[in-house]
């Protein structure tokens, strides 16, 4: 089976859902007249990366009616074009806000849902000033796991921004059954990292995913400054062999489409077989006595 696939970049999130949602829509329209029958999004690809300063509208921006209004769109989207869409989010669930990341299917529906489970930074800001990520300030931890969801005729795995770091969770999706791993994330340029290093840092956790599991990853990013914060874009689509197929040219709102072969995958699968040689009684955490 071979399609099309995107990872849909956006630049700087309006100061609103409903604005930021009304340049989405138009990509969608867009990807569909280009093939794309899959369509991953950036973190938190509704509103601004709210977690890097302390403020009162964290509600605001997890707003449910708001959310269910632009998810309500966006499925309608899927619906019309025959496209899965990957949609990251800020979820709020009773006093809980997870960052989180919705399944739609092609017909429109959604299958499930991601919540982040490796929450990156601090409660408070540093004292001396220095820019930090607060997201153990307004993000719940996941508490739904890595599991794997069926937009038919895919199976697909999310991750979000500094879940992508982690090893363990790539794996976890392909043993669970994942077929494609989808990442959104919002990654900003900060403390002596230049946009190189940490553009570099990221393909290095996403290829090295995509190699070590046989696994194509669509992986969108935040791009551009937002609130005066620098974002590092280079969304990208790597195949299953670690290798980037594809990768957005700029800093702004740009759709990032690649072919996937999905018998390609299988074999290069075969011919690692990781799977099947793997030692799962022998990977263990702490030294033996």
């Not at 696939?5 to 990509?27: C, D, F, H, K, N």
């Not at 009162?56 to 009616?65: E, L, M, T, V, W």
């Not at 992508?164 to 900003?188: M, Q």
Request: a neutral charge.
């Amino acid at each position: 089976m071979k399609f099309k696939a995107a990872a849909l970049q956006l630049g700087p999130a309006g100061p609103g859902i409903a604005e930021t949602v009304s340049r989405i829509l138009p990509q969608l329209d867009e990807a569909a007249g280009e093939g794309v029958t899959l369509l991953v999004l950036p973190e938190l690809a509704l509103t601004p990366y709210f977690a890097a300063s302390i403020h009162d509208r964290a509600h605001g921006y997890a707003a449910k009616a708001e959310n269910d209004e632009a998810i309500a769109a966006i499925s309608e989207k899927a619906k019309t074009h025959g496209m899965a869409i990957v949609l990251p989010y800020a979820e709020l669930s009773g006093n809980q806000i997870y960052n989180s990341m919705a399944f739609i299917d092609t017909k429109g529906k959604n299958v499930g849902t991601f919540r982040k489970m490796h929450i990156p930074g601090f409660v408070d800001p540093k004292p001396n000033g220095e820019t930090t990520i607060l997201e153990k300030r307004y993000f719940a931890p996941g508490d739904l796991g890595f599991a794997v969801y069926d937009t038919s005729p895919l199976k697909l795995g999310g991750l979000i921004c500094y879940d992508r770091r982690f090893p363990e969770a790539y794996r976890s999706l392909a043993h669970n059954g994942a077929d494609i791993i989808c990442i959104g994330y919002n990654t900003p340029v900060m403390g002596k990292s230049t946009l190189a290093s940490a553009r570099r840092a990221s393909e290095l956790a996403m290829c090295g995913g995509a190699y070590s599991n046989g696994t194509f990853v669509i992986a969108a990013g935040k791009a551009g400054v937002e609130n005066g914060m620098r974002y590092i874009g280079g969304s990208l689509i790597a195949g299953p062999d670690g290798m980037i197929m594809k990768k957005a040219k700029g800093m702004g709102d740009e759709l990032v489409i690649a072919e996937i072969d999905m018998e390609r995958q299988a074999s290069i699968r075969d011919r690692w077989a990781f799977e099947v040689n793997r030692r799962p009684a022998d990977y263990i955490m702490t030294a033996r006595v």
